[in-house]
């Protein structure tokens, strides 16, 4: 059975994804602010600038970096899992080979 990184774009329902989404930016977000590099922000929604409802696709690998979460949000933007901006460009986020 390939991993949820391995699935083709839009191989889960969108609502499924979202609702991964929305679990994903909450743990990190929490994390964050524990830390206190949450950068002021008192929800997920405003530390990363989107809604769950916001995310077109995630990426669970990046060339050259590894495992981790980036948000492709539908406006074009892609934001790793810290908030940080991240290239847009998909060759970036194309499955590691085997």
Same mark, same amino acid.
């Given at each position: 059975?390939?991993?949820?990184? =391995? +699935?083709?774009? /839009?191989a889960i329902p969108d609502e499924v994804m979202r609702n991964i989404a929305r679990e994903?930016?909450? @743990? /990190?977000?929490?994390?964050?602010?524990?830390? *206190?590099?949450?950068?002021? @922000? $008192?929800? #997920?929604? =405003?530390? &990363?600038? !989107?809604? #769950? $409802?916001?995310?077109? $696709?995630? /990426? !669970? /690998?990046? =060339? *050259?970096? *590894?495992? *981790?979460?980036? &948000?492709?949000?539908?406006?074009?933007?892609?934001?790793?899992? +810290?908030?940080? #901006?991240?290239? #847009? $460009?998909?060759?970036? &986020? @194309?499955?590691? @080979?085997?």
């Amino acid at each position: 059975m390939p991993t949820i990184s =391995q +699935l083709p774009r /839009h191989a889960i329902p969108d609502e499924v994804m979202r609702n991964i989404a929305r679990e994903t930016m909450n @743990a /990190h977000f929490r994390t964050m602010f524990s830390k *206190g590099k949450n950068r002021g @922000a $008192e929800t #997920p929604e =405003q530390f &990363y600038g !989107f809604r #769950p $409802e916001d995310v077109d $696709e995630m /990426h !669970f /690998h990046k =060339q *050259g970096f *590894g495992k *981790g979460v980036w &948000y492709r949000v539908k406006d074009g933007r892609v934001i790793d899992a +810290l908030g940080r #901006p991240s290239e #847009p $460009e998909r060759h970036w &986020y @194309a499955p590691k @080979a085997n």
